[in-house]
């Protein structure tokens, strides 16, 4: 499949749907209700992002969106305590880094297959939050909201912020040597091993920053409402994967870039809206979202299909 192949087809997939909406429904690009919509899609971002290099190394976690619910009821515990935004910050990096560690501790150190170990994980997390709040929401106190802006400001301080954060990691991807390692470990995890690469430690630092980023996603998600959803980040790794394996990142893991699954997650975050405005049952969101994966995942397939035969065909040739 060309390079870009797939990036390029979504970018006009996305285009036409929003014509589709300039044309039918203008209303959809009205400046406040687009700028609250991106906001609201940042800290989403920030989680594809990390999905996107989990994806690429072989592995996937579907456990980010327990573990971005914890985050931010503790960030929000943290906040009513007083403590200031630097700190809840840090605490919130943290707690996700820990969390990452361990999904990486056990599916790099003890070999477990990933999902299984992020299954049990997600499940975990997400009851112990359940039984810990009983569904009790946390008031967050004055000034944490928006990081104390007025909201304009800070919706679009958290845009500002998910965009660098974005540029900033497809620049490492590309061209610094950790980067390289990771596509390397997602094409032939052996093959990366005999060249002197060590693939459990980078599937270990892998998990480590996907923790990491759910951790500052939570913080972001916080900071736009006055309260903390104990549900919060429910449907998180569904939209997540489906961002990043549109967006052309192989679920077989060794290709793919951030900025494809940037487009992707535009496609999702604009479907959902679409399907309101075009008066569409919003309940075909999710049906849609795993549908695109499916599609995704057999267009993958089929490419990979047709290059074995194209090999094939050229060895007898030869």
Sequence with gaps: MPRFTRELSIAL???ALLVVLALWAPSFFEPQQLLSRLAREAPTLIVVCGLALVLMCRQIDISVGSQFAVCSVCAGLLAAAGWPMPLLLAASIAIGTVFGALNGALIAALRLPSIVVTLAMMVIWREALRWLRQ??????PDGVQWFGLAQAHGQLALIGLALLLLVTLALAMRYLAAGR???AVGSDAE???LAGLRPLLT????FVLMGALVG???V??????PQVDPKSGSGLELKGIAAAVVGGVAVTGGRGNLFGAFVGLLLLACTGPALTYLHVQAYWEK????AIILLAVVADAVGEHKKRRRCSGAKAES
Excluded at 135 to 140: A, E, I, K, S, T
Excluded at 287 to 290: E, L, S, V, W
Aim: aromatic fraction near 12%; include cysteine.
């Design 216 to 218: 500052l996603a939570a």
């Design 191 to 193: 093959a990366a091993r």
């Design 135 to 140: 569904g009790q929401f946390v008031n967050l």
């Design 13 to 15: 997939v996305l285009l």
């Design 220 to 225: 972001m998600n916080v900071v736009q409402s």
């Design 181 to 183: 390692f990771v596509y």
């Design 287 to 290: 049906a849609i979202q795993g």
């Design 203 to 206: 599937t270990f630092c892998v």
